[in-house]
């Protein structure tokens, strides 16, 4: 694996990127023969095979005003974008020329001993996963083509961009990995989602939903680019400066466009461009900008200038885990409760939803989720698991609903992880998976291998049952024991973070018979908690109050 030198530059100076692709291209005199034919006319990364020079004027024109970076001209190369062309074998060619041709200009203009990098653009293409528009595999395989393109090509970077669906992004994301792990090469990966006139992204997610969803998964850079120009972007700055604890990029357009003699225009001058990117380094701390529709050479060139030499302050971050729906995020940590986990979407909990479950009734089984939510449930738990049914279909029929019918995070509850995943292909937000342990140990293929990893690819919270290979844990050294080791599994073998752990005490009821337990259980349950809190293990534990008092097991003694 490679060195990030994109990286060290980013914590080094402001990074400035160039501008618009498509800008370029409308503003010459292009015909049909210069896409490869009539039919190819519009897919402007045709140009790369058919007429590399304009590519390579396009570049040498941004980079001739001072830009670091340049972006490929492979917004579009996937196979599920240029299926609409007939031309789906092309992908990897294009991706190779396009980051290619990018790579050679700039090693063109490296001879003053400043580097420049390119950035593998990857477009959020016309089928959205979260509206039913293509299937999260077919999309995440088309994008694993594309990113082993450019990394043969030799990018520095991916930038997955214009993002209007967070379970797009997740594809992108797990792609771009796969690739790198395929190809050998590793690259940073740089996210910029798309917030829409209305303050949301298309699919109706928030700022807050989208840092925590994609956060999670860790790209390198988050920011945002497209749909608006600066001025309507400053109140998500202003959010990720404040929670964003990566570098943060802006790309904004021109200003909003309006319809000129038939042709898409932006007002904005490079001038007040290049006024808001001071402010954003300036004020904002951020330390990745540049331009995006609308904005051209002369654009950038006064970005150049005006913050050339600057550097983005330290921000002060306020870190709150987490989990959230594709619409907006929801704190673990409460203000005025704790967080309330509905269970009435659960086969072994309710035999109303099992009921409907079986027979089908997935409108209902969706009534019961909203039912919870109208009811003060800030998570929902989803169990479909029971004898005799293929978890993976019924997972994928609730979660294809739930994912955006659901306005509240979901906790994916399974013995089976096949089951857990087939969920997450189906949720943008940020998913808690329910649960791991150390039942069957850790090796390559244990229970804690299979959630563990993915709750690292698709960046999830996990809950931690206190359970090892001796069985469940019964006092409270041996809970803190296995504590700490699922924490440092977690930490040094998957990435994953403490704050990424809910801790579930596995408490016993206070009426069973066990002559262990009735008297102790909460003072056990109290002491794990203080405990675990006094060893920084985990800022969070999970008790499930249906398991402290359970009337079914006997009379509940007094407590004191």
């Known amino acids: ?66 830009v670091d970076a340049l972006e490929t001209a492979s917004f579009g190369s996937f196979s599920t974008v240029l299926t609409e062309y007939n031309i789906p074998e092309q992908a990897y060619e294009l991706n190779v020329a396009a980051a290619r041709l990018a790579r050679e200009t700039a090693n063109d203009y490296e001879a003053d001993g400043r580097s420049r990098y390119v950035a593998g653009s990857i477009g959020p293409g016309t089928k959205l996963p979260s509206l039913g528009h293509i299937r999260f595999t077919e999309l995440r395989d088309a994008y694993v083509e594309q990113a082993r393109g450019l990394l043969v090509g030799g990018v520095d970077l991916f930038l997955i961009e214009t993002c209007m669906d967070l379970l797009q992004i997740k594809a992108a994301m797990i792609a771009c990995r796969r690739a790198m792990q395929a190809e050998g090469r590793l690259v940073p990966i740089q996210v910029q989602v798309t917030m829409e006139t209305t303050g949301r992204m298309l699919v109706g997610s928030e700022i807050g939903a989208a840092l925590t969803a994609i956060g999670a998964m860790r790209p390198d850079v988050f920011g945002i680019n497209c749909a608006t120009g600066p001025a309507e972007m400053q109140e998500h700055l202003r959010y990720l400066s404040q929670h964003a604890t ?44 540049g331009g995006c529709c609308g904005t051209t050479p002369a654009h950038l060139k006064a970005v150049v200038d005006a913050v050339r030499g600057l550097e983005a302050p330290r921000r002060t971050v306020e870190i709150e885990p987490s989990v959230s729906s594709i619409y907006s995020s929801v704190p673990v940590k ?39 939510i109208r009811e003060g449930a800030h998570v929902l738990d989803v169990c479909v698991d029971y004898v005799g049914r293929d978890g993976v279909i019924d997972m994928d029929e609730i979660a294809s609903r739930f994912g955006t019918q659901a306005s509240v995070p979901l906790v994916l509850d399974s013995t089976e992880p096949q089951v857990m995943e087939a969920g997450l292909m189906h949720i943008g937000g940020r998913a808690i998976l329910n649960s791991a342990n150390l039942e069957d140990g850790e090796e390559p293929g244990s229970r804690l291998d299979r959630v563990f990893t993915l709750a690292s690819e698709y960046g999830c919270a996990v809950v931690c049952l206190l359970i090892d290979e001796k069985g469940q844990a019964r006092d409270v050294e041996w809970k803190l024991e296995i504590a700490h080791r699922l924490h440092r599994i977690a930490v040094d073998r998957y990435g994953l973070s403490a704050s990424d752990l809910i801790f579930d005490a596995l408490t016993f009821p206070l009426g069973t018979g066990d002559a262990f337990c009735p008297v102790a259980a909460m003072r056990e349950f109290s002491s794990s908690v203080l405990r675990y809190r006094a060893r920084a293990i985990s800022r969070r534990q999970k008790i499930g109050m249906r398991r402290l008092i359970d009337r079914r097991t006997g009379p509940v003694p007094e407590v004191t």
């Open 1 to 66: 694996m490679a060195r990030q030198p994109y990286l060290d530059a980013v914590n080094e100076r402001v990074i400035v990127f160039d501008g618009a692709f498509g800008t370029f291209v409308q503003g010459l005199d292009l015909g049909p023969d210069d896409f490869g034919g009539a039919s190819l006319e519009g897919c402007n990364e045709m140009l790369c095979l058919t007429r590399p020079d304009v590519i390579r004027s396009m570049h040498s024109a941004f980079l001739d005003v001072g």
């Open 334 to 372: 409460q203000d005025n409760s704790f967080l309330i986990i509905g269970e009435r979407t659960n086969t072994n909990g309710s035999k109303a939803f099992r009921e409907a479950m079986i027979a089908g009734d997935w409108d209902n089984c969706t009534k019961m989720a909203t039912e919870q």
């Open 246 to 289: 990566m570098p943060i990029s802006v790309l904004p357009n021109a200003g909003l466009p309006s319809v000129v003699d038939g042709r898409t225009h932006y007002d904005l001058t490079p001038e007040k461009l290049a006024e808001f990117h001071r402010h954003h380094v300036t004020d904002l701390g951020i330390g990745v900008v």
